[in-house]
């Protein structure tokens, strides 16, 4: 049974950058699909980038392009989300989820993932 474990959520200045991990254990994260979440207070939630199985292909919602980055290290069984320039609105509950298989694709809706992490929250202010 895969779990998933976020962290590296913080208080960060406007422009300033995290790195998210979302940490798996009880299954290699290779064959799975990874998607990073948030949740800002009083919205829904937001698929924000995912990548892939095996093939590590990624995707980003239009309103991350350019600042956000998602990788893995297999060898650590970890998927990283590197957040560059953080904006205010970026405030929210940043969540990991998995679901099996999916070498070459990934997806932005939550529907699709089946293994979900407890979140980690990313405050900007200043």
């Known amino acids: 049974q895969l779990q998933l474990v976020e962290s590296g959520g913080g208080l960060v200045y406007p422009g300033g950058s995290l790195r998210l991990s979302c940490a798996g254990s009880g299954a290699l994260l290779l064959h799975y699909a990874v998607g990073w979440f948030r949740q800002a207070p009083g919205k829904e939630r937001e698929g924000v980038s995912c990548i892939s199985g095996r093939e590590g292909i990624t995707l980003y919602a239009d309103s991350v392009k350019g600042r956000f980055i998602v990788y893995r290290d297999n060898a650590k069984n970890v998927v990283y989300l590197q957040i560059d320039n953080l904006k205010p609105e970026d405030n929210a509950v940043y969540s990991c989820?998995?679901?099996?298989?999916?070498?070459?694709?990934?997806?932005?809706?939550?529907?699709?993932?089946?293994?979900w992490g407890q979140g980690t929250q990313v405050t900007v202010s200043s």
């Open positions: 989820a998995a679901y099996f298989g999916s070498r070459d694709v990934c997806w932005l809706n939550e529907e699709a993932y089946d293994n």
